[in-house]
């Protein structure tokens, strides 16, 4: 518990007092009287790589604002098989939920994010995989060639320390790394589970035998099949490796690196003002430097907000906004403990708070469509009106069975409390056993595995018709005709198969019973919608509208979905294991049955994105392919608001390769 020995940087004084240990500031006056290079908003997954990466330059003073606290020592955290049970409690997660959602009954969705160290990779369940090169490869149609699969993987690959097999698995995995596609240096620890159900052999056949087949390489750009997800978890201790012990970890001991803990950004804060960086363009930054701009003094920002925004409002109100002066962010406007402060940059302000979080604080900063802003008296920094928009989610609807006697699942530490103990006991001795795992057989397969050519037909005519009738902007748009494109491939994955060999459905558990449950989670979602502010208070979250079933496709295909699970469960050797269907009910039969299932029943997987979206500015883009905030110099977004276009994985290992990238960029563009 050393204090940092080595004080580089002249502003770094009279640190014991005000530092804990491992680089977390205690004092936010501390915090605010530093002139930070770079202020990262949100120690989370992509926060946390960036933030970590460019304090590895001892020349950036970093400075992390982080909403939650650091848990460093929780079972609910750390333990892989206790995964969710942190979502719903105020000290790690914000609550967030959606607008009641109309094609969905009209429920009101939880929406969990991370409010914690870490963000939600301390939330998340620890699936560590990726999507296919397809789906990289077309994210370059709106960020450029560096948003390709071959631009992405050195960054997977520098996030993660794969560790391979360890135990012989039910797809008899390799123990060896492929170097070519997997770290072996990275900070977040990535391995198989040691425990298996033995379900998950039946299973396996079963879905083989329904013409999915098993991926021993899921890693390699090709991860259509049954695969063994890799999971976040340091196989050593069996703990969850994520960004607060592994980036920050490594962080911590550095001079030019702080975080302030529960501290909530409310405003960044902007100044016309020049400087060598304003220059900067790239392949798809609409902005050009004009000499107009009179400069305003950075330091002239108040706790109440943006100094000089009379220019930039007046300019972005002119026909030609693209061509006015990039507005610079001085800093940030965060409250601690009920009280206002100030905090600058010389280099960049970082927004890494989620894609719920982050379209809210640019937003509240004037950056968003103008209209919005205006009605609400937020003064135009950057009229952008794809803020907010694009929100994507994938979602995941229960298929449950119950088995047979004599199948160990998860359901046994609920069941056999003597076993449980003993397993606890286990896993506190070496980190092993079922505490130490989690689910890990996914599925990822084409519409086409499973449904004739006439009714991917029908259900693309749907998808097109509806998706013209829901007004897309340019960038939504675009997004549907690379929709259309993967569906119509015949490889690019449209659904995912989460098997949890335990109970994960909505009808109680009974006592003693082991359970199945084929979750049937939606890839490519042509439902899309919003989140937005609809108040100048940043306390208020925002107004989340996923617009769930709003286009008629998705519903339709979870229908085909659940039979398909259903069909699974038919087929053996899984049929001789299975003795009832739980959820949906065997009475549930025809079409119209399952979709009244699937409204009741559906839930989000919790993978919002978008919301910030790589893209030019004239298709309604808000970021360009270095990640710059159009109209603005020196703001980027890091994280997964970015993402365009949804994709066929779960996300963490994406955002953390986002988080790695973005690092490179900055010290390119900034660095000295
Ligand atoms: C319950 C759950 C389960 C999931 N399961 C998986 C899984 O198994 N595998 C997988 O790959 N992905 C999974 N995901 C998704 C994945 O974890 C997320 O996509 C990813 O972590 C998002 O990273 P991010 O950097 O975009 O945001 P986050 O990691 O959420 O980070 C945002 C951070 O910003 C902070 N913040 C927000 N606003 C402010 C503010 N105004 N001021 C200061 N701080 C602020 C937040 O507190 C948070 O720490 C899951 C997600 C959830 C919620
Ligand atoms: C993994 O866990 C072991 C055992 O607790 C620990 O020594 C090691 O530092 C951990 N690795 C990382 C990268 O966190
Ligand atoms: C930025 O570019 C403009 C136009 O080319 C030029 O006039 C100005 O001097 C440049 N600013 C800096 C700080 O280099
Ligand atoms: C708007 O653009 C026109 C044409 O480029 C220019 O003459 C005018 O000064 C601009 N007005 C403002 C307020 O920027
Ligand atoms: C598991 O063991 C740990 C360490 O002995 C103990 O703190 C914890 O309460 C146990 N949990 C359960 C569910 O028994
Ligand atoms: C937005 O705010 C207005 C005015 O306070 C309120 O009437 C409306 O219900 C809000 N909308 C949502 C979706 O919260
Ligand atoms: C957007 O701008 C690019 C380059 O400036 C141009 O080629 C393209 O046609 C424009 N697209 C639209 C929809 O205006």
């Known amino acids: 518990m050393a204090p940092p020995t080595v004080f580089s940087l002249a502003v770094v004084t009279a640190l014991a007092p005000l530092v804990l240990a491992g680089g977390i500031v205690t004092d936010p006056k501390f915090f605010a009287s530093q002139k930070f290079d770079y202020i990262i908003v949100g ?30 020592d929780d079972p609910l955290i750390y333990t892989p ?9 105020a000290q790690y997660d914000w609550l967030l939920e959606t607008v009641p959602q109309p094609g969905v009954n009209n429920r009101i969705m939880d929406q969990p994010r991370g409010k914690i160290l870490g ?3 301390a939330l998340n369940y620890m699936a560590f995989d990726r999507a296919s090169s397809t789906e990289y490869d077309a994210l370059t149609q709106f960020g450029g060639s560096d948003w390709s699969w071959s631009g992405l993987l050195p960054y997977m690959k520098k996030a993660e320390t794969f560790h391979g097999a360890q135990v012989t698995t039910p797809w008899n995995d ?38 999915i087949p098993s991926n021993i390489t899921p890693d390699d750009g090709t991860p259509e099949g049954v695969y063994n997800c890799r ?23 550095r001079p030019n690196y702080f975080v302030l803990l529960q501290a909530e950004v409310t405003k960044i804060n902007f100044a016309g003002q020049w400087s060598k960086r304003d220059n900067v363009t790239s392949t798809t930054d609409a902005a050009s430097a004009t000499t107009d701009t009179t400069s305003a003094d950075p330091t002239s920002t108040d706790a109440a907000g943006v100094a000089n925004v009379t ?23 965060f409250v601690y403990g009920g009280k206002s402060y100030t905090a600058s940059v010389n280099e960049e302000v970082i927004v890494s708070a989620g894609s719920l979080k982050t379209p809210q604080l640019l937003e509240l900063s004037g950056i968003g469509d103008k209209r919005r802003l205006q009605r609400l008296g937020i003064p135009v920094v950057s009229d952008l009106p794809g803020v907010g928009e694009n929100l994507q989610d994938h979602i995941f609807i229960p298929n449950s069975f119950a088995l047979k006697p004599g199948f160990t699942t998860f359901d046994i530490l609920n069941n056999d409390p003597v076993y449980a103990a003993q397993a606890n006991a286990t896993y506190y001795q070496d980190g092993s056993g079922i505490f130490g795992a989690t689910h890990s057989a996914f599925a990822f397969f084409d519409l086409q595995t499973f449904l004739p050519q006439s009714t991917i037909t029908t259900l693309l005519q749907n998808a097109v018709r509806d998706s013209s009738r829901s007004n897309p902007n340019p960038l939504e748009a675009a997004t549907f005709d690379q929709m259309e494109e993967f569906i119509q491939d015949g490889v690019t994955a449209q659904l995912e198969i989460i098997m949890y060999p335990g109970h994960f459905s909505p009808s109680p558990a009974v006592p003693g019973t082991s359970y199945i449950s084929i979750l049937m989670a939606l890839q490519h979602p042509w439902s899309k919608g919003s989140v937005h502010i609809n108040s100048t ?40 294991a299975i003795v009832s269907f739980q959820d949906p ?38 970021v360009n392919s270095r990640l710059v905030v159009y109209g603005t110099s020196n703001l980027r977004v890091v994280d997964a608001s970015i993402v365009p276009l949804h994709m066929s994985t779960h996300l963490q290992q994406t955002v953390y390769s986002i988080g790695e990238k973005a690092a490179d960029m900055i010290e390119q563009d900034c660095g000295n």
């Open 43 to 72: 120690g989370g997954t992509a926060g946390l790589a960036v933030a970590s990466r460019l304090s590895e330059n001892r020349q950036n003073l970093v400075g992390v604002i982080e909403a939650g606290q650091h848990f460093p």
């Open 81 to 89: 098989a206790l995964f969710g049970r942190t979502q719903g409690q």
């Open 119 to 121: 963000g939600s990779s």
């Open 174 to 211: 390799p123990s060896a790394v492929d170097t070519t596609y997997e770290g072996t240096t990275g900070p977040v620890q990535v391995s198989m589970n040691t425990w298996y159900s033995d379900i998950t052999g039946p299973y396996l056949k079963s879905a083989n035998n329904v013409n």
């Open 231 to 253: 999971m976040s978890v340091n196989r050593t201790s069996g703990r969850r490796s994520y960004a607060a012990n592994t980036y920050h970890t490594a962080a911590a001991p």
């Open 311 to 333: 220019s930039a409002d007046a300019a972005s109100a002119n026909a030609s906004a693209l061509k006015k002066a990039p507005a610079r962010a001085t800093g940030v406007t």
């Open 537 to 576: 208070d940043p306390s208020k979250p925002p107004v989340i509208d996923p617009g769930y079933f709003s286009n008629s496709f998705d519903l339709k295909v979870m229908v085909e979905a659940c039979k398909l699970a259903r069909k699974i469960a038919q087929t053996k050797p899984l049929s001789d």
């Open 585 to 622: 009910p065997a009475s549930v039969t025809t079409d119209a049955d399952f979709e009244a299932y699937i409204k009741g029943a559906v839930e989000s997987v919790y993978h919002p994105i978008g919301t910030a979206s790589l893209g030019p500015q004239n298709l309604s883009g808000v």
